[in-house]
Nanobody, 123 residues
Framework: QVQLVESGGGLVRSGDSLRLSCAAPARTVMWYTMGWFRQAPGMEREFVAAISRSGPTTYADSVKGRFTISTDNRKSTVYLQMNNLKTDDTAVYYC?????????????????WGQGTQVTVSS
């Protein structure tokens, strides 16, 4: 089991930026595929972005061009830079880790999950 700890959420206004962080045990982000998902109130959890250990990334259409996923191997941390936030981005954001492979959009691919961090975007 890989312990993941998210941070960086908060209350912002539409158009603002936030950077979420997900701290993982040493060497985790060097080995696993890392992903971000989100769950809005009353909605199912949905894919946001993912990055494989070799670097390829994939994004949900709703965030493409606004969000960027990246990793810092020295810190074993994965980031989600969120720009031009919209009210529809309001959700609890979860970090997740999957076995090495292509960046997956499928929730069932991810075996390890963090507790989530709340992002609220006001108009």
């Amino acid at each position: 089991q890989v312990q993941l700890v998210e941070s960086g959420g908060g209350l912002v206004r539409s158009g603002d930026s936030l950077r979420l962080s997900c701290a993982a045990p040493a060497r985790t982000v060097m080995w696993y595929t890392m992903g971000w998902f989100r769950q809005a109130p009353g909605m199912e959890r949905e894919f946001v972005a993912a990055i494989s250990r070799s670097g390829p990334t994939t994004y949900a259409d709703s965030v493409k061009g606004r969000f960027t996923i990246s990793t810092d191997n020295r810190k074993s941390t994965v980031y989600l830079q969120m720009n031009n936030l919209k009210t529809d981005d309001t959700a609890v954001y979860y970090c997740a880790a999957a076995q090495p492979g292509n960046p997956s959009r499928l929730e069932r691919s991810y075996e390890n999950w963090g507790q989530g961090t709340q992002v609220t975007v006001s108009s």
